[in-house]
């Protein structure tokens, strides 16, 4: 390459880095503290946060309810007579142990069941 194909060259890089876009500068932060509160409120997506958790409370509620007054009634027919619950080895509470892992896998069942119909039916 000769020297002056060097020089177009080197033009061609300095035209290059000048043409490109430059990152817009980030906004000023607003001022007063209401404009503040609202640009947290806004850039943090707080209310669809409150909004999620809420529902995710009840959601929560339903399926606990669900478990404990439909499903583990069923599960107390079909053992009669058995307590399990109150089973203690030595000072450790083993039946309220099973129960509550009980609990557990029943709602996390119910609520796998339940993501996987919202997603066959197209809600995320």
């Known amino acids: 390459m000769s020297k002056t194909d060097e020089e177009i060259l080197q033009v061609l890089k300095e035209i290059k880095t000048l043409l490109e876009p430059k990152p817009a500068p980030p906004p000023p932060p607003p001022k007063g503290l209401w404009r503040e509160f609202l640009d947290f409120i806004s850039k943090y997506r707080v209310l669809g946060m409150a909004v999620a958790f809420i529902l995710g409370l009840y959601l929560g509620a339903l399926v606990q ?22 089973l203690v080895v030595g000072p450790f509470r083993v039946g309220h142990f099973i129960g509550a892992l009980i609990t557990f896998l029943l709602v996390a069942f119910v609520v796998f069941i339940i993501v996987k119909a919202t997603k066959k039916l197209g809600i995320e």
Do not use: G, S
């Open 65 to 86: 309810a669900l478990v404990e007054d439909l499903i583990m009634p069923i599960i107390t027919l079909v053992l009669p007579n058995v307590e399990w619950e109150v």
